[in-house]
């Protein structure tokens, strides 16, 4: 499995903890509350949905139809796709695992935007190793600028200071989240060691999900997955 799909896998399984969704909808969350999917289509998506089912961690059941609305001959029903008990056990082993590859840009991403059903332990060993991972970049950045600047065109050179600006940026925010994590704080000020509850309306992470949220349902008539 590549990494690219080990995230989108992730993040299905989390938006289907919420609640059962067809395959339109869920693209729509996957878009609209995770940027990191954006580029997806169902090309993409299809095959992931299949191999979940395979590994018994969704089910597909046929999606309700209005009771008004006549029979269409040739037209698919829509399927619907629900985690199953062992897919929620696989879910909670794969929001507890803090190795490497939580740091990195795209699965980070993924990761953050589950923080709301992430235990704080999970969530500080994160956003620690984030920050470091951060760190070590932006003096690798500092050190090759300082080599090349005699080198480089005035354009150039601004362009690798704005790269160094966004990395300093997301480093001060990593650090304003780990000071209310060992607070005791979540996003909302909640004093709880359980998972935080997120306010989806954040900036900062483009929208995220949150448990209890109602899945948008204005999709196409005539989307059949």
Not at 130 to 159: F, G, P, Q, V
Not at 179 to 201: F, K, N, V, Y
């Amino acid at each position: 499995m590549s990494r690219r799909s080990g995230i989108l896998e992730f993040a299905v399984l989390g938006l289907l903890r919420e609640s059962p969704m067809h395959g339109y909808e869920l693209r729509k969350r996957l878009n609209t509350s995770l940027g990191v999917f954006r580029a997806f289509s169902y090309g993409t998506l299809y095959p992931c949905l299949k191999t979940l089912v395979a590994n018994g961690w969704l089910i597909e059941e046929p999606g309700s139809t209005h009771e008004d609305a006549a029979p269409l001959a040739g037209r698919r029903a829509k399927i619907v796709y629900r985690l199953t008990a062992e897919g929620k056990e696989h879910f909670e082993q794969l929001l507890s695992q803090t190795g490497p590859d939580a740091y990195e840009d795209e699965h980070f991403a993924a990761r953050f935007a589950f923080f709301g059903q992430t235990s704080r332990d999970v969530r500080m060993r994160v956003l620690e190793g984030r920050r470091s991972r951060l760190e070590e970049r932006l003096e690798k950045m500092r050190a090759s600028l300082a080599r090349t600047r005699e080198r480089l065109d005035d354009y150039t050179l601004e362009l690798q200071r704005h790269g160094m600006e966004s990395v300093e940026r997301e480093v001060r925010w990593l650090n304003e989240l780990i000071e209310s994590e060992r607070a005791g704080r979540d996003l909302r000020g909640s004093a709880s060691g359980g998972p935080a509850q997120q306010d989806t309306t954040s900036g900062a992470t483009g929208g995220l999900p949150r448990a209890g949220d109602t899945p948008r349902t204005d999709t196409p008539d005539d989307t059949a997955t």
